[in-house]
């Protein structure tokens, strides 16, 4: 059964930083790529950033490029996302999410974790 | 980067009855890769639809996906009071510039 706990979230003041990580389990994970999403409270879905299971870049939205880094350690089945100089508007619930099919991302989230909680004021 | 735009943005609905959701894109959406999610209060989105029109696994067959280039709906032939939640599709493919649609909300009438 796939597994991903997402951990980190909490409350930070503007301009401060977090690192969110997902442990995944119950398939291979570095075969996959992955993805953060957050829902800003009552909101919609938000792509925030993913990366393909190996020898890959990170991809970001605009919201968050230049301030957010992605990564991963395969070797601890591992998804990290590097929060910096955050603001109000980051305030969200962040999912990690696993693609449909292994191999280069399309983007197509198949397993979500639970999400970790984000405050940012 | 695409736009999608659900609608209505809330249907009121009883159980039995038959829902149609819409999705429309700003643009074609490559290769019909438009997925269909659902949820609930509290919980994270449940992938329902992929591929415009596949089934994900486990999900009920009152449940399809119809659609093309940039008009896509979500039929759920039969409501049971479990399927009332907020539903949102997604277009994805090898672009990272993935987008989600705003959401519908289905609610109990």
């Known amino acids: 059964e796939v597994q991903l706990l997402e951990s980190g979230g909490g409350l930070v003041q503007p301009g401060g930083s977090l690192r969110l990580s997902c442990v995944a389990s119950?398939?291979?994970?570095?075969?996959?790529?992955m993805t953060w999403v957050r829902q800003a409270p009552g909101k919609g879905l938000e792509w925030v950033s993913g990366l393909v299971g190996s020898n890959g870049s990170p991809n970001y939205a605009d919201s968050v490029k230049g301030r957010f880094t992605l990564s991963r350690d395969n070797s601890r089945n591992t998804l990290y996302l590097q929060m910096n100089s955050l603001r109000a508007e980051d305030t969200a619930v962040y999912y990690c999410a696993k693609d449909q099919i292994a191999g280069d991302g399309i983007w197509l989230m198949s397993q979500w974790g639970q999400g970790t909680l984000v405050t940012v004021s | 980067e695409i736009v999608l735009t659900q609608s209505p943005g809330t249907l009121s609905l009883s159980p039995g009855e038959r829902a149609t959701l819409s999705c429309r894109a700003s643009q074609s959406v490559t290769g019909n890769f438009l997925a269909w999610y659902q949820q609930k209060p509290g919980q994270a989105p449940r992938l329902l639809i992929y591929?415009?029109?596949n089934r994900a696994a486990g999900i009920p067959d009152r449940f399809s996906g119809s659609g093309s280039g940039t008009d896509f709906t979500l039929t759920i032939s039969r409501l049971e009071p479990e399927d009332f939640a907020v539903y949102y599709c997604h277009q994805y493919g090898r672009s990272p510039e993935v987008t989600f649609g705003q959401g519908t909300r289905l609610e109990i009438k």
């Open positions: 119950g398939f291979t994970f570095s075969s996959y790529a």
């Open positions: 591929d415009a029109f």
